[in-house]
């Protein structure tokens, strides 16, 4: 069975700051793999999906990274902004999706 | 582009009763559904599988018989929380994926029984 992790659970950071956000999944017989944002009391929102040909996909200041052989992505996050405050989900899909369990970030002001 | 419409967004029903969940895709046909369930601080769980025309598919430890899941059309999927009760109170979103492998999240719903 497919399990995906998230490290660090938690993370807070002063704005500007740049930072990475990891997921590692175990089996690598993926088709995509996706990175969510998940604000209190909202449903999800899809940032990033990279397909298992991909290396990398970039939308404004997040680039995301699938390294599939070795089982991680990481969410890179530039000059973090308090608004980025929410909880990030990676999820990998093969025939459902299966997500971590999350890392929530707070940028303080 | 692709959306997902689920409907109610916020819901509170009596325990004993049950309330249904609507998962639409508005302008593709969807396939294949999934329901995930969250519970405070934990991740997102896969439900179950819905196919168009055929009983979905249960994940373990999901009663099949507390959660019917009725996926009738090509655009409408339905799970309907029977029998509720205050430990079903949980966030419900459901996903559809049509043609490749591109998924479609609805917005949620929030699901409090008390």
């Known amino acids: 069975k497919q399990e995906v992790t998230q490290i660090p659970a938690a993370l807070s950071v002063p704005e500007g700051e740049n930072l990475v956000l990891n997921c590692s999944f175990t089996?690598?017989?993926?088709?995509?793999l996706q990175w969510f944002r998940q604000d209190p009391g909202k449903g999800l929102t899809s940032l990033l999906l990279?397909?298992?040909?991909?290396r990398e996909q970039t939308s404004g200041r997040l680039n995301a990274s699938l390294d599939k052989s070795s089982g991680r992505s990481t969410l890179y996050i530039a000059a973090s902004q308090p608004g980025d405050s929410a909880t990030y989900l990676c999820?990998?899909?093969?025939?459902?999706?299966?997500f971590g369990k999350g890392t929530s970030l707070l940028v303080t002001p | 582009g692709a959306v997902v419409s689920q409907h109610p967004s916020w819901v509170i029903c009596k325990s004993g009763t049950s309330v249904k969940i609507e998962c639409r895709s508005l302008?593709?046909?969807?396939?294949?559904m999934f329901w995930y369930r969250q519970f405070p601080k934990q991740s997102l769980m896969l439900m179950a599988t819905?196919?168009?025309?055929?009983?979905?598919?249960?994940e373990q430890g999901v009663e099949k018989d507390k959660f019917l899941i009725n996926h009738a059309s090509l655009t409408l999927s339905t799970l309907t929380v029977t029998s509720a009760h205050p430990e079903d109170s949980s966030f419900y979103i459901c996903?559809?994926?049509?043609?490749?492998?591109?998924?479609?999240f609805g917005e949620g719903s929030w699901l409090t029984v008390v």
């Open positions: 990279i397909q298992s040909s991909q």
């Open positions: 996903s559809a994926s049509g043609s490749g492998n591109t998924i479609y």
């Open positions: 999820a990998v899909f093969k025939y459902a999706l299966n």
């Open positions: 302008d593709f046909q969807a396939t294949t």
């Open positions: 089996d690598s017989a993926i088709y995509n």
């Open positions: 819905s196919n168009e025309g055929s009983k979905a598919t249960y």
